[in-house]
């Protein structure tokens, strides 16, 4: 099977860094995905690493370690709308599907 | 630019009601997918499909059922409502299901059971 963990609630001061660990168990890994969800609103995509390394797209950067099992999201210049849960999700497995972890509260205070 | 929609927004039902829950995508995409977000539970995997006339069990299957007649629509049945089934439904599409193209996701049904 697949798990994941990561913590339930994050909290940072606006314009600062935060860093949103995951680890991970699976079987045939193959990506690390890395989605956003605003209170009330849908998951929206943010990131993918399947390979090792960072990748960065503006303010957002993820991170991957596959010896480790092991990535995180790393959030620079914090914005107030940046509160949000933040969603780690594996795919592997040869099931042809993603599985999601329980996610991150992220509150951003002034 | 349409993307996932997803039909009814709300829903109220009684204890052994049936109702569908509807799903379109406009990209072309041949993952679909249903998943159920409960309080500190993530998203959990109902059903999914790699392609029309295709479906296959997921996480949590036990009291829906599904179908993929048509490539754009992936409908989601609940025979007989139970309270446990109280969640927000949430359905996704993708180009694959590696996880490397993004899921696509509708803005999800909020179901009450009473």
């Known amino acids: 099977g697949q798990s994941l963990e990561q913590p339930s609630e994050v909290t940072a001061v606006e314009g600062a860094i935060v860093q949103i660990n995951c680890t991970y168990q699976?079987?045939?890994?193959?990506?690390l995905s890395w989605y956003q969800q605003h209170d009330g609103g849908a998951p929206t995509f943010l990131s993918y690493?399947?390979?090792?390394g960072l990748e960065e797209t503006g303010r957002f950067s993820s991170f991957l370690s596959r010896s480790d099992s092991y990535g995180y999201l790393l959030l620079q210049e914090l914005q107030m709308k940046d509160s949000a849960s933040y969603f780690c999700a594996v795919s592997g497995g040869g099931y042809q599907k993603v599985t999601f972890g329980t996610g991150t509260k992220l509150q951003v205070i002034p | 630019n349409a993307g996932v929609t997803q039909t009814p927004k709300f829903r109220v039902l009684k204890t052994g009601q049936s109702m569908t829950l509807l799903c379109a995508q406009d990209m072309n995409h041949e993952y679909m997918y249903w998943y159920r977000q409960d309080p500190g539970m993530g998203l959990r995997l109902i059903h999914y499909?790699?392609?029309?006339?295709?479906?296959a069990k997921g996480e949590v299957p036990d009291g829906y059922n599904v179908s993929r007649l048509k490539k754009q629509n992936f409908l989601l049945g609940l025979e007989s409502a139970a309270p446990s089934q109280t969640s927000v439904y949430f359905c996704?599409?993708?180009?694959?299901?590696?996880?490397?193209?993004?899921?696509?996701f509708g803005d999800g049904t909020r179901l009450s059971i009473l």
């Open positions: 690493n399947g390979l090792d």
């Open positions: 499909s790699v392609g029309e006339g295709t479906t």
């Open positions: 699976t079987s045939g890994f193959y990506g």
């Open positions: 996704a599409s993708s180009w694959t299901g590696q996880g490397n193209q993004p899921q696509h």
